[in-house]
């Protein structure tokens, strides 16, 4: 199983990224999947998830109504629109894929990780 994050970047306030994860050795559709963040000194906050085949889409109040989670099955790979970004939105990314179908949202729950894509937004 591997997760490949990338597309991140330095934008200003009000600018726009989206973020890629690209998966290996699992079917995207069948698992629970998500995006996290983690600023520094903070601890991990649960950004986005998608709930496998029932495709069920949820978002943390922080970034609802800026960011979109889609996913895209035949490339097996899985997006992180974000708009409007706003300098606390500036973070490390992860995504994360919960192979398990326990179905929680903590980073816990979450068992492969990919590496990382850092989102810097200035003011």
């Known amino acids: 199983v591997q997760l490949q994050a990338s597309g991140g970047g330095l934008v200003h306030a009000g600018g726009s990224l989206r973020l890629s994860c690209a998966c290996s050795?699992?079917?995207?559709?069948?698992?629970?999947i998500a995006w996290f963040r983690q600023a520094p000194g903070k601890e991990y906050e649960g950004v986005s998830y998608?709930?496998?085949?029932?495709?069920?889409?949820y978002y943390a109040d922080s970034v609802k109504g800026r960011f979109t989670m889609s996913r895209d099955s035949a490339r097996n790979t899985f997006y992180l629109e974000m708009n409007s970004l706003k300098p606390e939105d500036t973070a490390m990314y992860y995504c994360?894929?919960?192979?398990?179908?326990?179905?929680?949202?903590?980073?816990?729950?979450?068992?492969?990780w990919g590496q990382g894509t850092q989102v810097t937004v200035s003011s």
């Open positions: 050795g699992f079917t995207l559709d069948s698992y629970h």
């Open positions: 994360a894929v919960d192979l398990t179908g326990w179905g929680g949202r903590t980073p816990s729950d979450f068992g492969f």
């Open positions: 998608i709930r496998g085949s029932e495709g069920a889409t």
